[in-house]
């Protein structure tokens, strides 16, 4: 089966430096995104990786593995405002996107 | 601003009362997506459109039903909701099918609560 895997919850203290670990096992590659999603509102996209290595952007920076079938998603100067789930999403050889349950983020003053 | 609109925010529905629920878009995307989201649980597929072309996913069950009468607009019809159909239902777009990012743009979602 295909499988994300997400920690359930996470928490930091604002301004700080945190990473979310995602590890995924599907059926083929194509892609895996970061969405945020503050709750009851819907996922709003964050990044995307296809190759392996970093990408950056502004205070929000996503890592990808394709050999170790894992991503990271590093948040920098950490603000209130970053609380939310953040949802790490892989597409399969089908281009279906396979979602994890999210990782609840909560930043501490 | 280009967009993808759903409508109502906020839908009450009674237990085996049909509901329809909306999606517009702006963006001139080709595919549409309708997802089912539960508390702290992933968005779960139901249904997407490339185009025309209609694909249900093998585990959405039959009482929910969808139309995309244009390329902007999709309606998802749920035809008895039961108690366990209350959940977030988003919309998305995408412009293809999977090449390149081909990211999914999501509406702000509507809220079912079946009493």
């Known amino acids: 089966g295909q499988n994300i895997d997400q920690p359930t919850e996470m928490t930091a203290t604002e301004g700080a430096i945190v990473q979310i670990n995602c590890t995924y096992q599907t059926s083929g590659f194509n892609g895996l995104f970061w969405y945020q999603q503050h709750a009851g509102e819907a996922p709003t996209f964050l990044s995307y990786?296809?190759l392996d290595g970093l990408e950056e952007k502004g205070r929000f920076s996503s890592f990808l593995s394709r050999s170790k079938g894992y991503s990271y998603l590093l948040l920098k100067e950490l603000q209130m405002k970053d609380s939310a789930s953040y949802l790490c999403a892989v597409r399969d050889s089908n281009y279906q996107l396979i979602w994890g349950a999210g990782t609840k983020l909560i930043i501490k003053p | 601003d280009a967009m993808v609109i759903q409508n109502p925010r906020y839908q009450v529905t009674q237990f085996g009362k049909p509901v329809t629920l909306s999606c517009s878009q702006t963006l001139n995307h080709n595919v549409m997506y309708w997802y089912q989201q539960k508390s702290s649980q992933a968005p779960k597929l139901l249904f997407h459109y490339y185009d025309k072309d209609f694909n249900n996913e093998a585990d959405t069950p039959d009482n929910f039903q969808s139309r995309r009468p244009n390329t902007s607009f999709c309606f998802l019809d749920i035809r008895s909701p039961g108690l366990g159909d209350a959940a977030m239902y988003l919309c998305a777009t995408s412009t293809t099918a999977g090449t390149g990012p081909d990211t999914q743009y999501f509406g702000p979602g509507t809220r079912l609560t079946v009493l």
């Open positions: 990786n296809v």
